[in-house]
């Protein structure tokens, strides 16, 4: 399908305030709730969100599982867990890449077209901002690329988040694989292709 407008952009806002088909929770594998934004997701969804994460079986790195969003604004709550930072040697990027890319791919699923996600692994994980940002707007181009998703809202908690996810978008995505090469949009890494 034809894409009229760019569906991506930065919000600097509490995600449990967002009206949207989903927003996404940087979980922990026992999907049992946390601190962070995390905390800030079951708390505002009130107890019937972790009955249902209950019910899940947890969730691995990567991994992405969807609930209903009880009482928040948002109809969903994809949840999705982030690598832990251990200086980028346990394969951080790829598990973090993963996590945009199954969130998506199960919003895709279920029909959902408008959808939020938090800077995931970035706080109490200890991901470096900038790197994550940078793979998050690769992964989150590359599929809103085929027109799936009216909106995909980078939610940032702070000033510096947005300034710095704007930075990146504007930049372009870098992907590995000189995907923006082929479309002539952003900026392909010396070599690729
Ligand atoms: N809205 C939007 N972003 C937020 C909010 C909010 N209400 N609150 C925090 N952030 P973190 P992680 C930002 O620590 O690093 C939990 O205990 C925050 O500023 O929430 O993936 C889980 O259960 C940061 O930019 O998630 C796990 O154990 C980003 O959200 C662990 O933390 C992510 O920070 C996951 O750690």
Request: charged share 20%; glycine share 12%.
């Amino acid at each position: 399908m034809a894409q009229d407008r760019n569906p991506i952009e930065v919000a600097q806002a509490d995600i449990t305030t967002l009206a949207l088909d989903a927003i996404v929770n940087a979980a922990n594998s026992s999907l049992l709730g946390g601190g962070g934004v995390d905390g800030a997701i079951h708390r505002a969804a009130g107890p019937e969100l972790v009955a249902e994460c209950r019910t899940l079986g947890g969730c691995r790195t990567g991994e992405a599982k969807i609930t209903k969003g009880y009482r928040l604004p948002a109809s969903h709550v994809i949840h999705t867990v982030g690598p832990v930072w251990r200086e980028g040697e346990a394969g951080e990027d790829e598990a973090l890449a993963a996590c945009y890319r199954n969130s998506l791919a199960l919003a895709q699923a279920h029909g959902l077209r408008t959808i939020a996600f938090p800077a995931i692994s970035t706080g109490i994980y200890g991901f470096p901002k900038e790197r994550a940002a940078r793979i998050a707007v690769a992964e989150v181009s590359r599929a809103a690329a085929g027109g799936a998703f009216e909106r995909v809202v980078f939610c940032c908690f702070g000033e510096a988040d947005a300034v710095l996810y704007r930075r990146v978008l504007a930049e372009g995505p870098a992907f590995s694989d000189g995907w923006p090469a082929r479309t002539g949009r952003g900026t392909a890494p010396s070599g690729a292709r």
